[in-house]
């Protein structure tokens, strides 16, 4: 029996492509729903006839922005991965928003073919940033959103964005206050990245120095009324969001659509698995064991010290970094400290 398998589902559609994207996506205003569906439909048929019914806990339609899908395609692929697989009568469903592609009676419809979480990029908390990174919408457009949402049955996430060229501390505890005001039980916060191939990129701005952006990070987790549970993710304790919290945790699943990767487990056999053909090569168990510690690392929690996990730590070099990395629970974590270098401590731990 394999074990259980989470679902991330790729939307490609946008209105428009965001100055900073440089993810799988692009703007179409009349996308082909049909044809985009019974592509996903067939992707479904696929994977249960590889892996059988496994049992789903979480399916995430991420993008793109997958809240311009049609309802009625939506129903389509919920019925279809009820149909080949065994999705828990309490799964965890998310749906990728933005603000001005949502009202009330399309949260509704939703809401009532599955969907139980909501998480909507709004990205800023200011006109002149929302206009800086191409968004769509403004600031009333994205409260009136999240408004909309946290009246709905659903749970309620936002996304943001913060480390624009010329953002300052005081800036970034601002957007936190604002953040707080909404009452939100989670949200992201990402640093910007600036991609070379993306309109920002090719502008070549000037960004905030290590030590500012190590300030600003500061400034989210003191200022923030939400605890941290991941390196940009904040929740109440009931509220983290369960899909990811898997993949962190090292549970497989399939990347269904285009452009969408996956991690499947087979028969004892990890899989690298990108779309339906793109890719499905085997992962050897070192690989595998490395991701789980890089993915692992970046949460409150860590990573399991599984026998493949020990193997690939250099645990001598842990032990000379008591103020940055512990273990406990049999799990490594890094400490408040240790979160600000993560990426220089999982190069020096694994080997």
Sequence with gaps: MNPEHNIYIHVPFCM???RYCAFFSRACANPDWDTYTNSILDEIDLWAQKIGPVHVPTVFFGGGTPSLMPVTHFEKIINKIKQQFDLATDAEI???SNPGTIDKNKIHDFISVGVNRI????QSLSDEKLRYLGRQHNVADAINAIDLAQK?????????????????????IKTCQQINSLGLQHCSLYELTIEPTTPIGREN?????????????????TTLALPR???????????????NENIWDGAPYIGIGR??????????????????????????????????VIMGMRTIRGTRLTDDVKRVINMDTVQNMPDLVQIKNNRISVTDAGMLVLDDILVKIVG
């Design 152 to 172: 709905s049955r659903a749970r309620v996430s936002a996304d943001f964005i913060y480390g624009l060229p010329g953002e300052t501390v005081d800036d970034v």
């Design 259 to 292: 452009g969408a990767a996956g991690r499947i487990f087979h028969n004892g056999v990890w899989y690298e698995q990108m779309g339906a053909n793109e890719k499905f090569d085997i992962l050897d168990t070192q690989s595998r064991a490395i991701e789980q």
């Design 205 to 221: 701005p000037q960004m905030p120095t290590n030590d500012e952006m190590a300030d600003m990070y500061n400034a989210i987790n």
């Design 229 to 243: 549970y991941e390196v940009s993710n904040y929740a109440t304790t009931d509220e983290h969001c369960l899909h």
């Design 119 to 122: 998480s909507i990029g709004v």
């Design 16 to 18: 428009s492509k965001c």
């Design 94 to 96: 998310t749906l990728e």
